[in-house]
């Protein structure tokens, strides 16, 4: 599944979580899973505990986060200090 189709899991609906990313409408954040899997949790630990959830919705969760930080850019921001 490329890139683009994935990313279509990932929806946003100002009445859920005030309008963060969450998977395919549901009340499920991609804070969360991306915070399951941070913590050690695997993707088969989150499809048992979330029967609805499927393997690529946690690859969107991913690519959406990739894109995200692909976009970041860090900039020196230099401050004269009295000598």
């Known amino acids: 599944m490329n890139e683009q189709t994935l990313l279509e899991r990932i929806t946003f609906n100002p009445q859920i979580f005030g309008g963060k990313p969450i998977i395919r409408g ?49 900039e020196l921001l230099l401050i004269e200090t009295p000598r």
Request: proline fraction near 2%; hydrophobic fraction near 45%; charged fraction near 30%.
């Open 26 to 74: 549901r009340r499920l954040a991609v804070e969360h899973i991306l915070g399951m899997l941070a913590a050690g949790d695997t993707i088969e630990t989150l499809l048992e505990a979330y029967p609805w959830l499927e393997r690529e919705d946690i690859q969107a969760c991913l690519v959406y986060a990739r894109r995200l930080v692909g976009h970041e850019r860090v």
